[in-house]
Each structure stands twice: as C-alpha cells, then as structure tokens.
C-alpha cells in the first residue's frame, strides 16, 4: 500500500535522484556520514546471474543461472556493514538501466534466518519523506536518515517492491556472496512481510541496493578490487573474505576503521584490453575499469582516508601486458593523492595450475607479467604502502602456486588463502594511513 500519494513520490524522484558520481567526501566523516557497506554496481543482468544456491551450471568456481526479469516483485537483499552506528541510509542505483525504475515501499531489519527477519527491527525508509521514488536510467537515489542499531557483520535485509514489469535488464552486483531473496515475479508488495514465505526465489547477486552508510565520525578503508577479493571461492553466507578477516582483527583490538569493499568480480585495472564480453556493455559484469570507476566507488565513499588497490590479475590472464597495468597504477596512484587519499599496493597472487576454463591466468606470459608487476609493487616506491598478499599464500617450494588448502581453483583465495592474506595485514599501518586530520 502507498504511504504517500504517487504526485508526492514523482516530486520525492526528483529531488533526491542525483547522478551516480555526484557527491565526494575525501576527509573523515566530513559531512557527518561513514561507509559501511557496497557492492558496486558491475553492469546489467543481461546474460548471466551468479547463483551459488541453484546453478544451471558452472564455470570454474562459478555457480551460474539464467539472468531473471523483475517484475512487479519484492527484493530482499542481504547487506553486511562492517561497522557500527545508529542511524543509516541506503543507496539505490539504475546506473546501468535503460528503463525508469520505482523503488516502493522500502524497509530495513536485521535477518533473523533465510527471508525472515527479526521482530521489531524491520523500519520504513523514505526518500524525502515519500514512500517511493522513480528513477531514471543511469541515476542512483540515496535515502532519508532512519534509525537502526547497526554492528559489524549485523545481516541488514533491505526489502523493496518494484511495481513495474521492466523490459530492460537490472543493475545488479554479480557476486554478493550473500544469499538474497525475491518474491515470484507478479506476485506484489511483500516488504513489510516479517516471516518471509513469500520469498521462494534466492540469489547470491545483489540487485539495486549498492550502499549502506551511517552517522560516524571515523574513517574508511576502501577496497578497489576484483574477485580476488570479492572471492566466490569462500564460503557463501560466512563472511570469510579478506576485508571481513582484517574488520575482526581490527575491531578485536578497538580500531574504528571502517573497511569497505568496492570489489567488483571480473573487474580490470586497465582499460581497452578485456575482452568484449566482459565489462558493463554487453555482459553486464565486470563494471568500469579501476581508473575510470575510482571517483564513484571510492573516493565518494564517505570517510574514505585509504584505498587498498588489488586489481591487474584479470588484465593478465586476458592478455594484457604488465606495462598496461603498470600505467594503471600510476593512474590510480595520481587520482588518490589528487583526492588527499593514501594509496595501498597489493601483490597478486598466484594462478599457477589454474583449471582449464580459467587457463588463460596460467599462461606463461600471464605468470611472467605478475612477477613483473609485483616487482613493480614492492620495490618502485609509487605506492604508499605495501600489502604483500603473495608472500602471505604462495608456496616457496613451488613459486607461482597457492599453498596447499589455500585455494580451490589455484587462482581464487578460499577461506584459509583470505585468512592467510587479511592475518597478513599491518595493522599499525591501517590505523596510520587512515588516520583524520
């Protein structure tokens, strides 16, 4: 049911639909938010859907299905910050959409397992005090303040109806690792719905909502990475990547840093050399390259102060040379020193042995362009810091590869390969080049 007329919601859509990389916050909590949690839009559902929970098939280590239309259906997706705070706001975006899509009737509450939530948590969220908001292709909207306790790993399901049966693909995250829900298509308004049968389809994709952020004063971390980070190859729903490792240890020791991941599966440190079929344009994965998506998925991240920059592998195993990575970094580096971020540089890790679909990443020219590119890392002194991934999971009796148990595929870190990598991370280092002021 509308809570406020739909004249009202136009008039809401205009007022809060901005364009997606309009907003910048460089200096800690400098207008009072936090980054707590993305997953960065990659493109258009057009041809595949990561789906860990049905898969028509797989390839490597992903789990695929058919893409899914939205229609007149209600979307539960799985957010998890990885900080605290006691009021929030969302981020919604239809940046890769060629229809105008209307977000109605949204909610926020904590999950208490699978659709269903916990009692009392589920809270209405408005945009500019209207119930619903229409937005235009390539815009994103960003919420109304609302109360919500909110605590790192806190399972936050943002529940929203969609009216329309769209006739262009959605903007989607191909890999949350987080299983999402959905009522059958055709099947109406369910956001409100505390018990969740109505929500008989999941997904481990992330559909619209790209962003949580909360009232904080202290800084952020971000993440520009690839599935390297983003890794299918952990345990879904357990939150054993990387970022969550160092979040723990972090917060184990009292730090406030909040770290964000703007990793995007298949994403490329350089521009021009993927090959066609991956990227925004037609496959829908992959999203822009790192230099070109650095200002919307990091430094408009409020209170980012560092970037974690762990991208280049995908350019190798698609062969790219590892001079055109070389000349992203140094992008990269200038954009962050521009925006008055410190810039971290992470080895790449091995993909010695890697499998037949992913055999490319196991070319000698691929293994030769990382050895390249992490000489460049560690000794050419672009990069404010190290993070040295690679030393932390490669085998020393055999160079290239993963060590033992570390890596399902020999190129995705599993749960013990991002549990070695986020214990190999300075945590004095973390707390000093995010420090504000």
């Not at 705070?85 to 926020?108: E, P, Q």
Request: net charge neutral.
């Amino acid at each position: 049911m509308f809570r406020i007329g739909m004249a009202a919601a136009l008039v809401a859509s205009m007022l809060v639909a901005v364009p997606a990389s309009a907003t910048t916050s460089t200096a800690c909590s400098s207008d009072g938010w936090l980054g707590a949690w993305r997953a960065q839009p990659g493109g258009a559902q057009r041809f595949l859907q990561e789906d860990a929970n049905d898969p028509l098939a797989n390839f490597a280590v992903y789990p695929l299905a058919l893409p899914r239309k939205i229609s007149d259906q209600t979307l539960r997706i799985i957010t998890t910050p990885l900080t605290s705070g006691d009021t929030a706001r969302l981020r919604f975006s239809n940046k890769y959409g060629k229809d105008a899509v209307t977000f109605h009737n949204v909610f926020a509450g904590k999950q208490q397992s699978g659709a269903e939530l916990v009692w009392g948590t589920n809270t209405p969220v408005y945009f500019n005090g209207a119930d619903s908001v229409r937005v235009a292709p390539g815009q994103e909207v960003v919420t109304d303040p609302f109360p919500i306790s909110v605590r790192p790993f806190d399972k936050i399901a943002v529940s929203f109806h969609i009216p329309e049966k769209l006739n262009s693909p959605p903007t989607y995250h191909f890999d949350g690792n987080h299983t999402s829900y959905l009522s059958p298509t055709g099947s109406g308004n369910h956001a409100g719905n505390l018990v969740g049968t109505q929500f008989t389809e999941q997904t481990t994709s992330s559909y619209y909502v790209t962003g949580i952020d909360v009232r904080g004063t202290t800084p952020a971390l971000v993440v520009l990475g690839d599935s390297f980070t983003e890794s299918v190859a952990t345990t879904v729903d357990a939150d054993r990547r990387w970022p969550d490792v160092l979040t723990r240890r972090l917060q184990a020791e009292g730090s406030p840093v909040s770290v964000v991941s703007s990793a995007i599966s298949f994403n490329f440190a350089s521009r021009g050399i993927r090959p066609t079929v991956l990227g925004p344009t037609l496959a829908g994965i992959g999203g822009a390259a790192g230099p070109d998506r650095f200002q919307s998925d990091v430094v408009d991240v409020p209170g980012a102060k560092a970037v974690v920059v762990l991208l280049g592998m995908n350019d190798l195993g698609f062969f790219g040379s590892a001079e055109q990575v070389i000349a992203a970094y140094k992008e990269l580096a200038a954009k962050a020193h521009a925006a008055g971020l410190k810039i971290i540089g992470g080895t790449l890790t091995p993909t010695a042995g890697a499998p037949l679909a992913e055999a490319t990443y196991s070319l000698p020219t691929a293994l030769k362009g990382r050895e390249k590119v992490n000489r460049f890392i560690r000794t050419s002194g672009l990069f404010d810091e190290v993070i040295d991934f690679a030393a932390a999971v490669e085998d020393p009796a055999r160079p290239g590869h993963w060590k033992a148990g570390y890596s399902p595929d020999n190129v995705h870190p599993g749960d013990k390969g991002a549990q070695a990598e986020g214990e190999a991370i300075d945590l004095a280092m973390i707390n000093r080049v995010t420090r504000c002021g």
